[in-house]
């Protein structure tokens, strides 16, 4: 009993704490080879190191949403072991390309408090931030949970609601060092379409599926060490499924818009996100694609593309998002929000 | 619609085409481990950096098979989208070995065409070379498919059928440089048999068996890039299966002949195979081998050895393979005919 | 029939054989990944080469327990093929971490020989040897199994049983060249308790399940280059079932342990195991822990602590192990016993 980690409840966390994640992790060339056994992922610029080279980049980076999932993977015990729900995300950035050998650990501020009126949980706010070996920030991000009360007699914290930016600004995308796409080679990235050719508001139909397998989910989840139970234990909930992880749900969606984004290389932000309904092995997903905005990034031939990104499942209608009643419709899985960068 | 590829049709196929295959690939360690996983791969000289060394390599290559897949990988979206059939391979060589860290690129030229009698449909045949990132080739081979018009009225190309040999002659088989096996260690690459004491003629049943699983397959065929939707898509057949990538069979049929061939090491030519049934997962897959020549390579230590490769799923017969009408057996997945090289 | 390996039977050892053990292998970072993808391994000096470094290592070794699955497995063709039962292991001890980049080969030395008095099978005791590329030995153990005869009527060899001592001695255990607790990082380790804050007799409920499935036992196993059939073809027992690699339970069941004996660090000893019952795809594991001793090393901030870690299934009550008859529960898996090294 008292050995292991029963996690934190809503009560335990102080506004300002600041707490530094178990586990560092060194990640190198077998965990992109699993990145691009268990996704589709086709993106030149992680695919190939003289493509990389040809960039302006040391070499070829691990995928961003891997860089993503192994820092968010390590806040899990401390932060959402007992949550009741992922709420939301705001203010993502990747400041830094993560490279093989690199390796990479997590910290996280209580940014903000708000206990529910049922007294019975309340939503907690962190800034996560993860570093490399040398202490440097390779990415940022606000999330907030639902976490449950141990004790309901527990008082409630003053509650503190962080200002969220809707979008991260244009001026405040981070533009990797010596990135140029001056010399991109479109023949070998697989599309002609350069930031030019994408109209705001244009959608895309991804087209390919991918059918989820129960190992596939788990050996992607360990592999960022991500150990909630609800995930891998099939006696854990009443109906013996497996959730899902949500970002098994988030690099296949973005794998799959490979199919007519090829060439919006790296994300540089997360705007939103969230994880409309549950998914389960045996759902096919597929995806769409809209553009939300265009900008400029100071550097001339890299231009920023906002980009809604939604994973259906089977069953949804094309372009299926929101019902009249502004809710997600029940084949919607996600709903992700981010700024990727483009040749101009 | 307009973002999306919709692969090449009959009618988009130009004689003297070389069509630049997208996406380059870095290969590591990882894709060494990831193959030693999916298939039980056990020659010395691809297990062993030592073993290789022994060899007069300059350490383990990566898999000959892992190589063919990954070549072969980047061709699909531009040659086998819209196949209905591949047809056939040919005249496939292995130029040079493939060590971790190099990357991989592809390109096809379009050698024949032949539209069928139909008129909804013509034969494409290709000649694919893989490149290393030193522009040097590592292998290369001609594959044909049978590909839909997209225009039915579209007119009918010249017929130009590519004189193809039946098999590669052992004196166009490559010996990678520094190759020998005079100190070749019998003990460590687990069986003793040598060149000298295969007969033409002979026939092996390798015993063990595999019963083949969605996750695999899966993982298998995005490591090489290999987007086709019927392989992972479940809602795409009307049946809900999802169909095998044929290379997946290939190299478990080779891994599962290790155990009569250990000492069949280096895979040089691909002469043909025919991918004789569709595999489902569920199928068991077991192998046989028939020796069907040998030859002297010029250097001494180091003998030719031309193999069948066959594949059946459970039901099969000992050394199953054609009936009295010629055709494949149903339980036939697989007939493969290449080259390797054997300590003499 | 004659080129493929058919076992050895029985009648085939004779006392003081030395078998060298084929197809070394090549371990490196892909094998590390694939390990922390297959398990919830998180014990951070086998996470992060930061962390390893800060402990006196040169960077973080390959999982003890992937040395030794790689180790076994190339023993399988030679010693349990003709297996009825793997009945266990004694005086285990690691003598020296395994680094990416290593080549790992084995060798077993055959010290007792016992004919069944149903005169249809013996017990072969051997002692296995992993060697590096240095040919130095990194972890050697003794294992017994029962293996059935070819020929019923060869004479049975003179019975002698090793003597095995049933725990190894806290003076015999290897402390790896320059490790040291001294900065230890408990918070990036993951827990607080150190080695003097378990008590023997202490139980520990590691809390965590995960449901087992057909596509990532099958990894695992090939991944040891493992290749006994009965964990891959589903057409070789009546029932159709896969029975799972023993060595895929204990990886399991150590990574799960992690919840409540996060700084139980390294392995040094397998001092006893046993297979208490089969596994299979579909079984949820969940274990638990004992103290069963504890000691000094020596060295002033490492401690060894003796752990008996039992593997369960759905079903299990609490701290379930064995009957009123002296036998294991049937739902429990594995009882293994071992030593670690904690920061003290």
Known sequence: MGKTNPGRFFEDYRLGDVIRHAVPRTVAEGER???????????????????ASACGLEGSPLDDLLAFHVVFGKTVPDVSLNAVANLGYAQGRWIRPVYPGDTLRSESEVIGLKQNSNGKSGVVYVRTR?????????????????????????????????????????????????????????????????????????????????TIEEAEHMIATRLWQNTAKVH?????????RRLIYGGHVISMARALSFNGLANAQMIVALNGGAHANPCFAGDTIKVWSEVLDKAET??????????????????????????????????VLLDLDYWALMPI
């Open 232 to 240: 891998f234990d099939a006696t854990f909930r009443e109906d013996g």
């Open 130 to 210: 993860g570093f490399n070996q040398m202490d440097e920030v390779v990415l940022d991000y606000v999330r907030w949970v639902m976490v449950r009360k141990r004790d309901l007699d527990a008082p409630a914290p003053e509650t503190v609601i962080p200002e969220l930016a809707q979008v991260v600004a244009p001026d405040d995308l981070v533009i990797p060092e010596g990135l140029t796409f001056e010399n991109y080679d479109f023949e070998l990235a697989g599309e002609p379409h350069r930031w030019g050719d994408y109209e705001i508001g244009e959608k895309i139909d991804h087209v390919d599926g991918v």
């Open 298 to 331: 100071g550097v001339p031939d890299i231009g920023a593309i906002r980009l809604r990104l939604v994973a259906t499942k089977q069953g949804a209608g094309e372009f299926a998002y929101k019902g009249a009643d502004g809710k997600y419709l029940p084949e």
């Open 33 to 51: 080879a699993l990145y691009h056994a268990l996704y589709p992922a086709r993106h030149a610029l992680y695919s190939s190191d003289e493509f």
